[in-house]
Nanobody, 122 residues
Framework: AQLKESGGGSVQAGGSLRLSCEVSGITVSNYCMAWFRQAPGKEREGVASMDTDGNALYADSAKGRLTLSKDNAAHTLYLQMNDLKPEDTAMYYC?????????????????WGRGTQVTISS
């Protein structure tokens, strides 16, 4: 499988971005998905995940501002990010694995993209 993120950029605090993750080689509907981020000097952290039943889980930092979705027909995952804050600045990665049920805290996700940079200025 191949995953390719896009949609990152530089915006001011309070702005919005929509990240996309195009997936090839696997059937998205059969896979758990998640978005992670890594800021400079910090460990990678999960921000949102969705299992194959459509159950979504968000990190506390993401609740109310970030929304995860997917388009199975387009083989694409999305992360809508609103009311962005400087602390959201990071490289954002999408990930998939073949579990039926999952959360972003589950270790050892199998498939990763290369990331897209998000920079939020105050």
């Amino acid at each position: 499988a191949q995953l390719k993120e896009s949609g990152g950029g530089s915006v001011q605090a309070g702005g919005s971005l929509r990240l996309s993750c195009e997936v090839s080689g696997i059937t998205v509907s059969n896979y758990c998905m998640a978005w992670f981020r890594q800021a400079p000097g910090k460990e990678r952290e999960g921000v949102a995940s969705m299992d194959t039943d459509g159950n979504a889980l968000y990190a506390d930092s993401a609740k109310g501002r970030l929304t995860l979705s997917k388009d199975n027909a387009a083989h694409t995952l999305y992360l809508q990010m609103n009311d962005l804050k400087p602390e959201d600045t990071a490289m954002y990665y999408c990930s998939l694995d073949s579990w039926r049920h999952c959360t972003y805290s589950r270790p050892n996700w199998s498939y990763w993209g290369r990331g897209t940079q998000v920079t939020i200025s105050s």
